[in-house]
């Protein structure tokens, strides 16, 4: 019977020369189901004063328009409960995508809610 614990997880990835990077995190272990209630980034460094910096948030199978979850222009640090109700089963991602961030430094995913383990 599976058992319901709390949900903390992060992954980081180190913007590249334009402020560009995807950060991902998902269930793992065979039988472990997500249930994400929010996600929140943060990023060192300060807002780029040209062009138009983006966060995008994806849960699923990969990055597209069906898995799409929010965005902000705030790459730096911003929270978001748009997740809340999604399930991630083994294989499935949440997927942090800055374009337009501060160049090379590093941004964090983070997810909290709920998971069930077996």
């Known amino acids: 019977m599976a058992r319901t614990v709390s949900l903390a997880a992060s992954a980081s990835v180190v913007l590249d020369s334009n402020?560009?990077?995807?950060?991902?995190v998902g269930p793992a272990v065979p039988g472990e189901v997500?249930?994400?209630g929010s996600t929140s980034i943060t990023c060192g460094g300060s807002i780029p004063?040209?062009?138009t910096p983006t966060l995008f948030i994806y849960a699923g199978n990969g990055i597209s328009n069906s898995t799409f979850i929010d965005s902000t222009y705030n790459?730096?640090?911003?929270?978001?409960?748009m997740i809340a109700g999604k399930r991630l089963?083994?294989?499935?991602q949440v997927f942090a995508v800055w374009?337009?961030?501060p160049p090379n430094e590093t941004a964090t995913l983070a997810v909290n809610g709920t998971?069930?383990?077996?």
């Open 89 to 92: 089963y083994p294989g499935q």
């Open 49 to 51: 004063t040209t062009g």
């Open 99 to 101: 374009t337009g961030g």
């Open 75 to 81: 790459v730096t640090g911003a929270s978001s409960s």
């Open 19 to 24: 402020g560009d990077g995807t950060a991902e």
């Open 115 to 118: 998971r069930s383990v077996p």
């Open 34 to 36: 997500w249930e994400p």
